[in-house]
């Protein structure tokens, strides 16, 4: 392969997959969050006779 004067390692610091990974993981952590806590909330109405 042709020298391009660019090492592995540079290309990896500047990669931009890691940071749209850890948005990703983010964004899927808040909606584990929020599903979790509308099924509490909704057992909770449940169990104190709010919702029938």
């Known amino acids: 392969m042709a020298n391009l ?6 290309v990896n610091q500047f990669d ?3 940071r749209v990974e ?13 599903l979790f806590s ?3 909330i909704f057992v909770a109405a449940i169990v104190c006779g709010i919702v029938i």
């Open 5 to 10: 004067g660019i090492s592995n390692t540079h």
């Open 16 to 18: 931009g997959s890691k």
């Open 22 to 34: 850890t948005t990703r993981n983010k964004i899927q952590t808040a909606i584990y969050v929020a």
């Open 38 to 40: 509308a099924a509490f």
